[in-house]
Each structure stands twice: as structure tokens, then as C-alpha cells.
């Protein structure tokens, strides 16, 4: 956005909001940043945009900002941030589910309208005793966002968390280590109440069956006391508040330009170079926002003395599912079975948890699952100003779908050539066939449809891998302090001293928080961030 920079203290690969977050912190320390993106506007995957017709609004990747709104990154850069023009909405509904037949299930944020739900389900007793379990643990998970997992601090509140809690009802290994799948059907009775809970860790990168999925999903649920807030006017509007942030305090925003190389003189990461030959100088630190193939595959690829070991667990580093998403444009709201999950949030579809649990599996067994769970947002329940007076705007997003198909689970020859054009349209059909169930009439309201396949999001963003939103398989074998490999110990540290890596595939994972961005800044810098 300025002439293009040619030093700074703190060179950052990438200008998505972790690192727009991280260049607002380390200018407010006094350091000088250069941030340079292949995308050709800051953002990464926070972006909101017209498709198609004028005026209405989609977001093109991510849409929620609960961790966001709910952290410390919104407690102290919210003013300026409201400043620039950014605000937040949030529905009545952080969550629900809808099954078929009509029964549904809501998770308020109002705590009366919280326990009236439970009660009605007869759930009352199965939430208390999930939360008397994992409650405890919470202060000290969340207090663990705020840095890497790296450090002495980290490594003794791990260690407390799990001899602390040997005589629990959940003793937190079990939690560490446990699935979604198993939490909700020891505590929940009701397929609506259990089909509320399983989704969410597909979300952070973790299918329900998976390792660590049950932490996962108590994150997810305490998270979300603070309802889902979403920027007015489109997810795309936190990215540029923080992008006029950064350039009101003097950091410089490049994009349009790749980064081909970290430089690397004398066992130190120095500064990059670009795909058309010009360089830029760090004088303290490089930060990446990439997945560690890239990372030492790519950008470290001719730097020496990397161990052989490193190489080879960047090279393994696993992605598992892809995410299919859809951008409607509508002539009105639609209206569900259920009239209570009008109100907004972030609505669970599916057909119940054996039905998740199916597709799944046939997600990562490569095929198209026959029944997709959706999950399903409309931001115009909140924020008429995404749409034209009286339309609306959907995002139906599918998290377990593969992210290179071969077949399809319903039998048809769909898929056996990977997401072409007609794959993508026939599962889109698919898609909006299992949201019709749950709101019917929704079919007929449709202007005009988008449609991004994990190839697209591979082909936006090579941070996707082969179409990863989570950026990464992020169960326990490649989460927590193992992630984003064993080597970095849940930190930031590359075996490059200087080379710094933060972003989704970073602790503390996928998802809208710039906990990775703020983390950095603070060890850059050792700041007082509260003062």
C-alpha cells in the first residue's frame, strides 16, 4: 500500500488477520513492519465481497468471531478497531440443530433462555454435569491462548491440569485425549442436544471421532457463551479496520507479491526475497503465516544446516478433509421448521451423529458422502445490511467433505474426476437438498448461488493444502504442543533462529481469534499489551 519497503525490524510473510494483528501490536512497541501477501488485498481468509448481484454481501471464507470478540485481541485493540469503522452484531442464538423431523435444538446466549431450552429437553442435568467437569479447566486452557505451548509456564499448567484432576468425573487426559463423539453421548440423552455439540470441532480441523475432538468441543461450547458475533457489514470489515490500523501507525502492506525464499546468512533468518528478485531486509525477525510443508519445503528450501529430521516431519505434516462452501443470495429470509432458529447463529443441519459420524468417515475415505452435514448461517438475521431491503444472504459451509474426491457414497460417477465443474454442481444440489429438509421453501428463494471447492480454496491460498481450511489435521497427534510438528513444541520458534511461524496451523489453531499474531508480538517484544 506504500512504496514497497526495502528493511524493517519485523518482516512478515503473509497479511492475514493474525498477521495484521501481530504488525499492530509490534507498532505500538516501537518496531518498524513490512507485511507482504500473493493475495491482492490484506485479509487472507477474512474477506466479504459482491459475488455476483449488487448488494448483497458474502463472506468468502471465514464469517464468526466468537474467540475473537470473547479474547484479549478485541479487549484491547477493540477501541481502534471501532474507530476504523468496525463493530460487531451478535444473534439471539449462538447455536443450534435441526434434524429432519423436525426436532430441533438451541444454545441461547441469554443464560435464562439457556436453562428454558435444557429443561424443555430434560438436558438440564447432563450440561451442569459437563461443565462441573470441564469448567475447572477452562481459566487455564484460555489463559494457555495467550502464548506459545512451548515455554516453562505452558509446560507446568499442562502439567497441573492433569494431576490436578486425577479424582474428576473428566480427568483432563481424557479430555486431551478423548473424542466428541464419546463427550456427547455420556452427557446428552437427545439427538437434537448431541447434533448441537458434535459438529463444532470439525471446525477447528477435528473430525468427532478424532483424538483431542473432545476438548475440542468444550472449547467450542465455552467459547460460545459470548454468542457469534459477526462484523456489520461482512467478516471482510475486521480485516480492514486492522489493515487501516497498521498503515495509521506506520507499518507498510504489500500484496500482490509473492515470497519465494527466506533468506538465511550466518544460521539467521535475515529477510526474504520475492518471486521478481527484490529483497527486503529484517533487522529482527522474519514471521511466516504458512503450514510447515511450505514453510521448510519452500521458503527454507535452500537454507542449510536444517536437520534431515525437521525436513521429514514438514514433509509428512498431514491435511485430512476439505470444506465445500456455498454463498446464496436470496429474494427473502427463509424461514425454518422451527421458527426459533430464524434468529441467527451458526445452525447445525444434519441427519444426527451416526449420520455425521458416516459422512465423516466417507469424507476421508475419499468419496462424497451421501449426506452432508451443513452447517448453516444467515447474517442477514442480524445485519439487513448484507442484502438488499428484504433478501438475504446464506453461507451454507461442509466440513466433511474430501479434499481430493475419487467416487461418491450415493453411487453416482460424481467425484471420480475430483471437483470439476460438474462434481462441484451436482454436490452443491446435494447440499441445498439437506438444508430444503430443514427449511422448506429455501430452494425456491435462491437469486444466485457461488460455489468454493477445496480446489478453490488451494488454488486462493497454498496455506490450504490440498483444500484445508483448518490448514491442517488438527487431532491430537498434530495438535496442542505437537503442533504444527513436534519439533516447534506448540510455539512459534522454527529451527531457523530468527524464522518465526504463526498462523492456522500454529497453536492455537484454525479460527478467527489472532490469538498466533498477538502471541508473537508479545515474545518479539515482552510487552505489557493490557497497559
Known sequence: MNDFCTTADVVLVGAGHNALVAAAYLLRAGRSVCLIDRMEQPGGWVRTDELGAPGYLHDRWSALHPALVGGPVWAELGPDLRRHGLDYVVAPLATGSSLPDGRTAIAPVAPEALAAELDRLGESSGWGALFSGVGPYLPTLFGLLGDGLDGPVAQAAFAELSSGSRESAIPFERLLTGDALELVNEHFRTEEMRSLVAPWPLHLGAGPEAPGSALWAAVALATLTVGNPTPVGGSGRLAEALADLVTERGGDIHVGVDVDEILVRDGRAVGVRTSDGATVRASEAVVVSTTPDLLYGRLLRNAPGIPAGIRGQAGA???????????????????????????????????????????????????????????????????????????????????????????????????????????????????????????????????????????????????????DHAQGDNSLAQAFTRRPMAAHRGGYRTAVPGLWQIGAATWPGPGVSGGSGRNIAHVLTRDNFAS
Do not use: K, M
Request: glycine content about 10%; aromatic content about 6%.
Open 317 to 467: 505434516y498431514r491435511y485430512r478433509r476439505g470444506c465445500f462452501q456455498i454463498n446464496l443470495a436470496l429474494s427473502a429470509r427463509p424461514r425454518f421448521t422451527d421458527s426459533r432458529l430464524d434468529q441467527g447463529g451458526a445452525i447445525n443441519l444434519g441427519r444426527g451423529v451416526n449420520a455425521l459420524v458416516t459422512s465423516v468417515r466417507q469424507a476421508e475415505a475419499g468419496v462424497l458422502p451421501e449426506h452432508p452435514s451443513v452447517s448453516w448461517h444467515e447474517p442477514t438475521a442480524v445485519d439487513p445490511s448484507r442484502a438488499p431491503a428484504g433478501h438475504a444472504v446464506v453461507r451454507l459451509q461442509v466440513l466433511d467433505v474430501p479434499h481430493s474426491p475419487s467416487g461418491d457414497a450415493a453411487g453416482t460417477s460424481y467425484g471420480a474426476g475430483g471437483w470439476d465443474v460438474a462434481t462441484a454442481e451436482a454436490f452443491a444440489d446435494r447440499v441445498v437438498a439437506e438444508a430444503e429438509s430443514h427449511a422448506p421453501g429455501f430452494a425456491d428463494l435462491v437469486v444466485e448461488r457461488h460455489i468454493t471447492t477445496p480446489a478453490d480454496l488451494a488454488l486462493h491460498n497454498p496455506n490450504a493444502g490440498p483444500g
